[in-house]
């Protein structure tokens, strides 16, 4: 029996790159374990978020009106998720976005901080950093 694999889409590969490249980002000079820890939990979240929105196959099509309810509200229930999820995600982005914009007001100025505002701005821009595991020590900084 052969195995069959939906094809890539190049969207989500440049999704999931820019994924790991914004973990990579916020773990930049912490030890490896730290950076192993994040990309496992990114890797178990995106298969549970798969997971959730899996087609059932065999029950589409049924002429069932107890099956084609099930499935109304099973997409209904989905659709629900799917879009509560988007609105998290956009009132997030709305809110980085005007971190960035405040912090780039800062500098169109002519103030400087030596950087210090530009520092914080991309802490609280990136993802938390998982703290590092107890007897490893900070990689340098890259």
Request: glycine fraction near 6%.
């Amino acid at each position: 029996m052969a195995t069959q694999y939906a094809p890539i889409d190049p969207v989500e590969r440049e999704l999931t790159e820019a994924q790991l490249q914004e973990l990579a980002l916020a773990h930049d000079g912490q030890p490896w374990c730290a950076w192993k820890d994040a990309v496992a939990e990114w890797h178990v979240q995106s298969l549970a978020a798969a997971r959730a929105e899996a087609w059932i196959p065999g029950l589409a099509g049924s002429q069932d009106p107890i099956i084609e309810e099930a499935l109304g509200r099973f997409y209904r229930h989905h659709v629900r998720a799917v879009v509560n999820r988007l609105r998290a995600e956009n009132l997030e982005l709305r809110r980085k976005m005007l971190e960035a914009l405040e912090c780039a007001r800062f500098y169109a100025s002519g103030r400087s901080d030596a950087g210090q505002r530009a520092n914080a701005a991309l802490r609280s821009l990136l993802p938390p950093a998982t703290a590092p595991h107890a007897g490893t020590k900070p990689g340098p900084s890259h």
